[in-house]
């Protein structure tokens, strides 16, 4: 059965819960969209169910769509929705209609407790700022975008996937 995360913002005033098949906040991103709006790195590495979002304070959720200045983007605008509370400022989840069916909780907003990764994987290097040093510990896996391998492979092929 997948594990049901509930997360919330920093004042309160929203909260939600959402079911996951793959719980493991294995991804460290480094990319300016990811550091800058606050998803201390662990910006979109949760993967739940979208049809099992449960949102109390969705008015006072608002949705910023980062401008992504790497190719083919162009400095256009990304596609994923990040949504975040507009009281605090909080980053909540993200959502990309190109998957309709998937929701990426941030980690730093979930409450429930989540389970540690057997090891990490720190993606976008590429962007990292200069004055960030990855902590990359043996069996870390480190790419200069985006690995090819899923979230949904990742947590498979460790035999960590909660079906």
Same mark, same amino acid.
């Given at each position: /059965?997948? /594990? ?7 004042? !309160?005033?929203? &909260? ?11 991804? #460290?991103?480094?990319? &300016?969209?990811?550091?800058? &709006?606050?998803?201390?790195?662990? *910006? ?17 959720? *608002? ?6 200045? @790497? ?7 990304? !596609?994923?929705?990040? =949504?975040?509370? @507009?009281?605090?400022?909080? /980053? #909540? ?15 730093? &907003? %979930? ?11 720190? #993606?976008?290097?590429?962007?990292? *700022?200069?004055? %960030? ?5 043996? !069996? ?14 990742? =947590?498979? @092929?460790?035999? #960590?996937?909660? *079906?």
């Amino acid at each position: /059965m997948p /594990m049901t995360l509930e997360g919330s913002c920093r004042c !309160g005033k929203v &909260s939600y819960s959402v079911e996951s098949s793959a719980p493991f906040p294995y991804q #460290l991103c480094y990319c &300016s969209a990811c550091r800058k &709006s606050g998803g201390a790195g662990y *910006a979109i590495n949760l993967l739940a169910d979208a049809e099992t979002l449960k949102v109390e304070g969705r008015e006072h959720v *608002a949705v910023y769509r980062a401008v992504i200045d @790497t190719p083919p983007y162009n400095r256009a605008e990304g !596609g994923c929705r990040r =949504h975040f509370c @507009t009281a605090c400022g909080s /980053m #909540l989840w993200i959502h990309d209609p190109a998957w309709p069916d998937l929701l990426h909780p941030f980690a730093s &907003s %979930v409450d429930t407790d989540l389970p540690v990764p057997p090891s990490r994987v720190h #993606l976008m290097l590429e962007s990292k *700022a200069l004055w %960030v040093q990855p902590d990359i510990r043996d !069996g870390d896996q480190a790419f200069e975008r985006y690995p090819e391998q899923s979230i949904e492979d990742w =947590h498979r @092929t460790r035999g #960590l996937w909660i *079906a």
